[in-house]
């Protein structure tokens, strides 16, 4: 009985060890993009001063990030903002989107109206 123990405890402790060494020698991978975009960060990210606000979220016009405008064939328009996708009139919290046109947004935060332009940095006027 007591070898029984014994063999039983020094498989245990074989395989503890193989396990140890294939744990200490697992090899790190590091993508090299070779000057292109690396495929494995995504398109639409969560970076940036809004990276951890949600559209529901938004407290002001600072929180905003317009990251794209998609038209369905149909021609309707979607809006992404803070990572979410979002349609006209769609409001949320003190939030509201207004009107999305092929380059801008119109929001309204807590009343007042903003207009977000896509393609320029800064791109926020208000009414």
Not at 75 to 102: D, L, P, W
């Amino acid at each position: 009985m007591i070898a029984y123990k014994a063999k039983g405890l020094s498989i245990f402790f074989a395989i503890m060890f193989f396990l140890s060494l294939t744990a200490s020698h697992a090899e790190t991978f590091k993508y090299n993009s070779h000057g292109k975009r690396d495929p494995f960060i995504p398109l639409i990210g969560r970076e940036g001063p809004s990276a951890s606000v949600s559209f529901a979220e938004i407290a002001s016009i600072d929180d905003v990030r317009l990251e794209g405008i998609v038209m369905s064939q149909s021609g309707a328009r979607t809006a992404i903002i803070n990572g979410e996708m979002v349609k006209e009139y769609f409001k949320s919290g003190e939030v509201e989107v207004r009107k999305i046109s092929k380059d801008s947004v119109v929001l309204s935060i807590s009343g007042k109206k903003y207009t977000i332009k896509l393609s320029d940095e800064g791109g926020i006027t208000s009414e």
